[in-house]
Nanobody, 123 residues
Framework: QVRLMESGGGSVQAGGSLRLSCAVS????????LGWFRQETGKEREAVAI?????NARYVDSVMGRFRISRDGGNVYLQMTGVESEDSGIYYC???????????????????WGLGTQVRVSA
């Protein structure tokens, strides 16, 4: 059974920084593809960043150069800098056991999700 729990959300002013954390509990978690996704009210959930077992990361274009995903054992982090109002939303971490060598931003590949943490960016 895979369990994920996010923390670190809150309110931040535009241009500021925030660090999200997610504790992932899973057998052999080091082999998992881990990711951050977000969802604004009334919009579809979208990918933000993923990181594979070799610490290779991919980002959606809108956060490139501002956000950084990292992992350490059973934890995955999202360092957010230069936040913008469009970054507001509920942030979810997700895990995917890789059996096909694929770790990408495709949301529907991820089966295990946390409950999310709210991020609010104010002007």
């Amino acid at each position: 059974q895979v369990r994920l729990m996010e923390s670190g959300g809150g309110s931040v002013q535009a241009g500021g920084s925030l660090r999200l954390s997610c504790a992932v509990s899973a057998f052999d978690v080091s082999t998992y593809c881990l990711g951050w996704f977000r969802q604004e009210t009334g919009k579809e959930r979208e990918a933000v960043a993923i990181i594979d077992r070799y610490f290779n990361a991919r980002y959606v274009d809108s956060v490139m150069g501002r956000f950084r995903i990292s992992r350490d054992g059973g934890n995955v982090y999202l360092q957010m800098t230069g936040v913008e109002s469009e970054d507001s939303g509920i942030y979810y971490c997700a895990a995917r056991k890789v059996v096909d060598g694929v770790c990408d931003l495709a949301l529907d590949r991820f089966l295990d999700w946390g409950l999310g943490t709210q991020v609010r960016v104010s002007a």
